[in-house]
């Protein structure tokens, strides 16, 4: 079930293939080009050695490199496979930077040797949301750590990776309230009762009576079991030898992992909620606990969205879109030694706001191709033809998007895992958005609303003397741009045109061409031309996030560059020239 270019069975060369192109796109390496047969080829010296490989340079200057051709040159001047740890050894950045880079990228490869022995290749056309959400294994498209899981052994990976779709109870923990921070949508008791159920929460409150705890001191924190076997050794030897908390154990409903393995489905009851859970342990390009200021805001967060989407009517009748809601969020030690481990946030569930006749799936399905050689969405282009499904696609995955950010100057990270559509038989309805407490952004300024905005000094003290770009806003419009048209475009809609090109031959130039003709007619339709052009998003170049050069430097938060803008206005006019 791979990425169109992948070697099935062969995921060391993959994950060799992804870093040199990761490399190559940011810069880190410096390679010379030459154009052979519609092939580029890249040569580059690395650590006294040749190295080179063959690709293509598609949209924003992605670069992907034919499967099997990063090779180096050896002592005789022969050509061979290339060592991913010897090439990893002369990167820049620190031997401490490298040697986790290379643990992660082993790791990677472990964890998807393990899938392909254990794991059988099965149909997923028809899969359930939540048999989906287990079965796209592939990983991100770009990072060539996407399943490093560091911390988690072989056990662990079966029993919690989504891949295998086993369901578990959550830990549950007694902390007592003065190490506690919650935003709940109702009062505590109804919150509990309405997600627990009647009968877990009553078999909770029977332990907390026999325990002789408060309601009034001590409030309930759900846990990962893997996180209560990461921490259990510091909880024990500090709040639980101080009788500050109290494990319960296991109890209610079974979830399984999605892909992103943190956020958790409930699998007896779909309707309800999904749960985001901290894990210690990095996956692709960060560690998975929760920031702790996030947690407590998350359901202010998502609540303006979602207002703002429901007062307007384009949503509802032109750009179809959907925010669930990240309604309620409990952090434990938020200023500790423990911030960011013991936390949770509830978030709505997708199938609960279907209407009959429709089904959803997380839109970087779209991107794969599955075990009969054929895209995951061959049968419905085959169905409506390959140019109707394309544009309703494009229309339904970028204008609710472009339209929340241009008319209401608010930018959420719209990436593979973050999306899902609805569609109707495989004709694409509406789009779905989820996970906001720390992937969205605006300018004050630039607001349609300001007035709407959550009041954020009144929500943590940590945001009273933040500077732009520390948290949620920024003076710079650029910011904007760079968060929606990065996830949206540069990381995401690349690999659905990628697709189209590779297994229809649709030239990648009109895909792109397509998404510059809808925002040019968004813009003219609802005059918002001057606000659009405000955020530069035709510019020749435009700086992109630099994911490996963060692995590889680590020193801030971000780093960036620049690329070339495959909506440029004058690139565009120059594919359209005879």
Sequence with gaps: MPLPLELKGQPGERVLRQLVATLLFEGVIDARQSLEHGLTHFHWSLGGLSYRCNGTIGPFGRIRPVAGSVEVQDEDGAWGEASLARLVSALPGTGITRGKLLGEMKQTIAFSE??????PARPRRSMSFAALEGALDEGHPYHPCYKARTGFSDADHA?????TGKAFQLV???IARKHLKQALPADEQAFWEAELGP???????????QLELSSEDFGLVPLHPWQWHNLGEALFSGWIAAGDAYCLGPAGDRYTATQSVRSLLNADRPLAASVKLPLNMVNTSSRRTLEPHSVCTAPALSCWIGDTVAADPLFAERYPLTILQEYAGIIADADGPLAGQIGAIWRQSAQATLAPGEAVIPFNALMMVETDGRPFADDWIGRFGLMPWMNRLIEIAVLPVWHLLVHHGIAVEAHGQNMLLVHRDGWPVRLVLRDFHDSMEFCPEFLREP?????FLSLNPL???AEPDQYYWTDNLDSLRELVMDTL?????TEISHLLDHCYDLPEARFWQRVASLLTSYADEH???ERQAQLGYDQPHILTESLMTRKLFALKPEYHHTVPNALAADQLQLRRKP
């Design 463 to 465: 945001y009273r003397d």
């Design 114 to 119: 393990w899938n392909d022995r254990n794991v």
């Design 527 to 529: 005059g918002m031309a």
């Design 489 to 493: 475009f540069v990381y995401n809609l």
């Design 451 to 455: 007035a709407k905005a959550p009041d």
């Design 199 to 209: 009968e877990t929460w009553s078999h909770l409150q029977a332990m907390q009576e």
């Design 159 to 163: 029993a919690y990776g989504p891949e």
């Design 172 to 174: 549950w923990l007694l």
